[in-house]
């Protein structure tokens, strides 16, 4: 990910995506604190957000702790490279995103 040469830190968020009776829930985590949180119906179609998730790197993770998915967020908005991984943990699939 973006390890930008200057003394600031990355910030590390983490991603859960849980599923619901009526679609799914993903919230995002700083530390142990909630910072968002959006709902989207069976469809896949953003019904509610709260919050919003800072500059930095957020890690979605298997059951057993293993990264599934890393993107770099800027603006709110992922922005910048994806890559979703394997169980094993080899890179499958890699991105970029502009935030749309």
Do not use: H, W
């Amino acid at each position: 990910m973006n390890t930008e040469r200057t003394n600031r830190a990355i910030t590390e968020i983490t991603k859960v995506v849980a599923p619901t009776e009526v679609g799914f829930l993903v919230v995002y985590y700083l530390g142990d604190r909630q910072i968002a949180s959006e709902s989207y119906d069976l469809n896949g179609v953003l019904v509610y957000c709260s919050g919003s998730v800072p500059d930095g790197v957020v890690r979605q993770y298997y059951g057993d702790g293993t990264v599934k998915e890393q993107t770099e967020f800027r603006d709110g908005s992922a922005r910048g490279k994806s890559t979703k991984y394997y169980p094993e943990g080899e890179a499958f699939e890699k991105a970029r995103t502009n935030g749309s």
